[in-house]
């Protein structure tokens, strides 16, 4: 069975940073490719960001700012998303999702991976 569970949302200031939590119980994250999405109110889901099989990294999103950062944590079976320098605009149910592919790297579509997803953890960014 595969399933997903996200941890680490919650409200925080805007320029403030947030570490998200991708674990799975039954299967090892790191032999598959995991990808972090998320989708805010009144929005389509978006791609953010994917790490593959050998650790590489493809991000998604158009954006000039480097604020999203994935990575492994093997030890604990998690892939973890750090977003820095958060913006109201952020302000989203983020989650990660997998199609178990084992490819070598993240697919050029981002929503390819969207096979098995978890339930999400909410991110607001308010004052």
């Known amino acids: 069975q595969v399933q997903l569970v996200e941890s680490g949302g919650g409200l925080v200031q805007p320029g403030g940073s947030l570490r998200l939590t991708c674990t799975a119980s039954e299967f090892t994250l790191e032999h598959y490719n995991i990808g972090w999405f998320r989708r805010a109110p009144g929005k389509e889901r978006e791609a953010i960001s994917c790490?593959?099989?050998?650790?590489?990294?493809?991000n998604y999103l158009n954006s000039k700012e480097d604020r999203f950062f994935i990575s492994k944590d093997s030890a604990n079976n998690a892939v973890s998303l750090q977003i820095d320098n958060l913006k109201p605009d952020d302000t989203a149910v983020y989650y990660c999702a997998t199609n178990l592919d084992h490819d070598p790297d993240c697919p050029t579509d981002g929503s390819s991976l969207h096979t098995y997803w978890g339930q999400g953890t909410q991110v607001t960014v308010s004052s």
């Open positions: 790490i593959s099989t050998t650790d590489r990294i493809t």
